[in-house]
């Protein structure tokens, strides 16, 4: 097996890794945009909690949610 670092190989993971990078720090960016991000994401719980909070708010806000029509209900 061949374990020296050809020019094609480092171009190809460095090509791929920027890839990568520049997707998440996308993602984050759009994330951070939408209110997907909670106040407290820095804790010790920070990826888990920030998870939770994104999917909840992705849930919670859609036009059709049967959760908000029956706070909605309840509301009036």
Same mark, same amino acid.
């Given at each position: 097996? &061949?374990?020296?670092?050809?020019?094609?190989?480092?171009?190809?993971? *460095?090509? #791929?890794?920027? @890839?990568?990078?520049? *997707?998440? #720090?996308?993602?984050?960016?759009?994330? &951070?945009?939408?209110?997907? %991000?909670?106040?407290? +994401? *820095?804790?010790? +719980?920070?990826? *888990?909690?920030?998870?939770?909070?994104?999917?909840? /708010?992705?849930?919670?806000?859609? /036009?059709?949610? /049967? @959760? &908000?029509? %029956?706070? #909605?209900? +309840?509301?009036?």
């Amino acid at each position: 097996m &061949n374990d020296k670092l050809s020019r094609r190989k480092l171009i190809t993971s *460095g090509l #791929a890794t920027a @890839a990568g990078v520049s *997707g998440l #720090a996308v993602a984050a960016k759009l994330a &951070n945009h939408y209110g997907l %991000i909670p106040p407290d +994401y *820095g804790g010790v +719980y920070g990826v *888990g909690e920030t998870l939770t909070y994104g999917a909840q /708010r992705l849930l919670m806000s859609s /036009r059709h949610s /049967r @959760a &908000n029509s %029956i706070v #909605a209900r +309840y509301q009036k």
